[in-house]
């Protein structure tokens, strides 16, 4: 478990250098916006990239006329998981080693962390199925964070009786 607890506390810093690419790269686009932190739509290019993925996702009909979408932008869920990563859960494990923790804790403590950010960002993905509203990405991550409240009250009333 201490193993795992290694690689668990240095993943939020690997996956903030990882989301950097894939900001870069723009390749996990969401749907289209107004909001102030999405990619410009302006170009060409950018619209044809992303009328690409609403064509793929059978969805082209819902883009506005070039005219319009122009002035709009399209999530980034790279550059959100980038920027979520490095504000929130790369000082959160900072904070969080500055004394021992029980084994298991940086494991539980990244999934408790980021199931919620990727629960809400799936919100805003293209071309995901949808059952009653929600994502089969969404069901797991509800499963997967209840599982790991479930383990963080354990390992936490654990180590009290020690």
Known sequence: ??????????????WTIGRIACSVAHDH???VTTFPLGISLKSPE??????????EA??????????????????DLGWYEFLYMACLMVPAFLALDRKPR???FFL?????LYAPARFFLDFLRIGDAR????????Y????????????MVRITRWKEKE
């Open 102 to 104: 029980p084994p298991g």
């Open 46 to 55: 950018a619209q044809a990239y992303i009328a690409f993925f609403y064509r």
């Open 58 to 75: 059978g969805r082209l009909a819902e883009l506005p006329p070039p005219a319009v979408l122009s002035k709009m932008a399209f999530h």
């Open 140 to 151: 797991a991550g509800i499963a997967v964070f209840l599982a790991a409240l479930f383990f």
């Open 108 to 112: 539980i403590a990244f999934t408790l």
């Open 29 to 31: 686009p969401g749907t």
């Open 1 to 14: 478990m201490r193993y795992l607890d290694a690689v668990a506390y240095v993943f939020p810093f690997a």
């Open 131 to 138: 059952y009653f509203g929600l994502t089969p990405g969404q």
